[in-house]
Nanobody, 116 residues
Framework: EVQLVESGGGLVQPGGFLRLSCAAS????????MSWVRQGSGKGPEWVST????????YYADSVKGRFTISRDNAKNTFYLQMNTLKPEDTAVYYC?????????WGQGTQVTVSS
């Protein structure tokens, strides 16, 4: 059974930073592209970033390019999203997902709130 567990969300002021983690189990983590997806209140899901299975390629939505960095540690079955220079419009529940884009399996999500 695929399990994805996000952590690291919280309340941060505009301009601040957070690092999200996603611990994966139940599948061969190193064989999958992995993504971050977010969903703001009352909005549809938005793809944020994807990293290839071995970490050699990364992709970002224009809205986060230059501010967010995706990475992974296949030895730990974990991947990350470093979020810098956060903006109020980054406020959302962030989900990790298997695969590219919106993915096919999501975790339970972690809330990120950017507010002064």
């Amino acid at each position: 059974e695929v399990q994805l567990v996000e952590s690291g969300g919280g309340l941060v002021q505009p301009g601040g930073f957070l690092r999200l983690s996603c611990a994966a189990s139940g599948f061969t983590f190193g064989g999958y592209d992995m993504s971050w997806v977010r969903q703001g209140s009352g909005k549809g899901p938005e793809w944020v970033s994807t990293i290839s299975s071995l970490g050699g390629s990364t992709y970002y939505a224009d809205s986060v390019k230059g501010r967010f960095t995706i990475s992974r540690d296949n030895a730990k079955n974990t991947f990350y999203l470093q979020m810098n220079t956060l903006k109020p419009e980054d406020t959302a529940v962030y989900y990790c997902a298997t695969g590219y884009g919106l993915g096919s399996n999501w975790g339970q999500g972690t809330q990120v709130t950017v507010s002064s």
